[in-house]
């Protein structure tokens, strides 16, 4: 079935740098949400994007959707200790169910 | 306060043994559901529940058999459970049924079975 795929798996930046990380699908999508998950905590949702190109902007964190609408990418601006944890993309799967990626683990040097 | 609950929080139990989970939003949301994530941080759907209906059943064994009293609540019962049981299991509810809908996800219960 439709798979969502997320790279890189891990990355672990100096507090201040810059962090990415993508999401590719096989098939085009309707959308596409962004879920971070703090350690030891749960999945809280962060954007829907829609619209092909589509890009959004929450303070140092910019998400962007691809023109084919088959990929989609979160960057980190200038990183926080607070940015630390894991950060999920998930796409449609049919009309009902919502397939996460496997997840990008961000660990950040203080 | 709390949107999606779930109790309890941790839940060590032996091989064979049978437990619940229980789940409850006070959102006024539809749709309730139960994802499996384990050690590697990977989230899996197991079902799906619209109204107390069931609409997403994922091949998930059947030891595993969910119950939705009402559209507040979807409860999760594991019959003979096993080593492989072990992971951390989420409930999530949305306003409505589809896959371009925003879920909210509950603090999750620790399953660890020796």
């Known amino acids: 079935g439709q798979q969502v795929m997320q790279i890189p798996q891990y990355q672990h930046v100096q507090e201040g740098e810059d962090f990415t990380t993508y999401c590719n699908s096989s098939?085009?999508?309707?959308?596409i949400q962004w879920y971070k998950q703090r350690p030891g905590g749960h999945p809280v949702f962060l954007i829907q994007l829609v619209k092909s190109g589509e890009v959004k902007k929450q303070k140092r964190l910019t998400f962007q959707f691809g023109e084919a609408k088959k990929n989609s990418s979160l960057h980190i601006t200038a990183t926080q200790t607070t940015d630390v944890g894991t950060y999920f993309c998930a796409g449609p799967r049919g009309a009902q169910k919502l397939v996460f990626g496997q997840g990008t683990r961000l660990t950040i040097n203080p | 306060d709390t949107a999606v609950s779930q109790t309890p929080k941790y839940l060590v139990t032996q091989m064979g043994n049978d437990k619940s989970i229980k789940c409850e939003q006070n959102l006024g949301h539809d749709t309730m559901y139960w994802y499996k994530q384990d050690s590697k941080k990977f989230l899996k759907i197991m079902f799906s529940y619209n109204n107390k209906e069931l609409i997403i059943n994922e091949t998930v064994p059947n030891r595993f058999s969910p119950k939705s009293p009402d559209k507040a609540h979807l409860n999760l019962h594991i019959n003979s459970l096993e080593l492989g049981d072990s992971a951390v299991y989420f409930c999530?509810?949305?306003?409505?049924?589809?896959?371009?809908?925003?879920?909210?996800f509950g603090p999750g219960t620790r399953l660890l079975v020796l």
């Open positions: 098939t085009t999508l309707s959308n």
């Open positions: 999530a509810s949305s306003p409505s049924w589809g896959s371009q809908e925003t879920q909210y």
